[in-house]
């Protein structure tokens, strides 16, 4: 697929290829972006692709919202087998398991399923009319799609207990004071300008070493330090680092 070239706009996620990433639009403004299952389809469909050949994702929603949820309608029509398939989970832990970084720009709603899609993001950039949290309870059932255990290492246990327990909804300034998104901006716009900024810094990295550097990241606790001695290892062999760092020297003697 071209640069620049994107799915169909009827589309639950209209994709467009950029230079130095992807842009995934949650793309259903007349349901608050609220996700079906055409909608996590697609998601695996991206994230097949991004496994394949692995880039930088950037996500937002359409229409003055990132996703207001899961689809009630179809929810509502789920029973205890279709809960233990895990549709949005398995679909999030492979958004959250992708090579590159993720980064979520949020507006609006980022509710329920939407804001569990943002959880699994590595960086999180948010506006000022950001409503997010997991008003599951409310519904009759529990925030099951990542919140319980992604959500206490983003904002804290005592802060995690509030949202999912007493369903409280922070706003954008809330959510950037609890560190849930690292920045706040006015409106989408600058938001997605500041994603893309990102974009364009990690671009310039080695894709090696962000590779390397993610999985180190994402690895549990008792994987420490032997993963990272591991990467590191392999890394220092990389005629990347070799190049990149003869370059650095050259530069500072010039200097």
């Given at each position: 697929m071209s640069e620049n070239h994107a799915t169909e706009t009827h589309?639950?996620?209209?994709?467009?290829?950029?230079?130095?990433?992807?842009?995934?639009?949650?793309?259903?403004?007349?349901?608050?972006?609220?996700?079906?299952?055409?909608?996590?389809?697609a998601l695996h469909e991206l994230c097949t692709e991004l496994e394949r050949t692995p880039q930088t994702l950037i996500f937002s929603g359409a229409g003055g919202n990132f996703a207001a949820g899961a689809d009630i309608a179809q929810l509502r029509d789920r029973r205890g087998p279709d809960a233990l398939t895990g549709i949005n989970t398995h679909a999030f832990m492979r958004v959250a398991a992708l090579p590159m970084p993720v980064i979520a720009v949020l507006d609006g709603y980022a509710l329920g399923g939407g804001a569990e899609l943002a959880y699994a993001a590595d960086i999180r950039l948010g506006t000022t009319g950001l409503r997010i949290g997991n008003p599951e309870t409310n519904l009759g059932i529990l925030a099951g799609a990542g919140a319980t255990w992604r959500l206490p290492?983003?904002?804290?246990?005592?802060?995690?207990?509030?949202?999912?327990?007493?369903?409280?909804?922070?706003?954008?300034p809330e959510a950037f004071t609890a560190g849930l998104i690292t920045h706040l901006h006015d409106s989408l716009e600058e938001a997605l300008s500041r994603a893309e900024q990102i974009a364009a810094r990690i671009a310039a990295l080695d894709p090696q070493a962000t590779r390397a550097t993610k999985r180190v990241l994402r690895a549990p606790r008792e994987a420490h330090p032997a993963i990272d001695f591991a990467e590191q290892a392999t890394l220092f062999e990389s005629p990347e680092k070799l190049r990149r760092m003869t370059e650095f020297l050259e530069r500072t003697h010039q200097q």
């Open positions: 589309s639950p996620l209209r994709v467009e290829h950029r230079e130095t990433h992807i842009h995934a639009t949650l793309n259903r403004p007349e349901k608050r972006n609220a996700m079906d299952l055409a909608a996590i389809d290492e983003l904002v804290g246990a005592p802060l995690t207990a509030e949202m999912l327990l007493a369903g409280r909804i922070l706003t954008g």
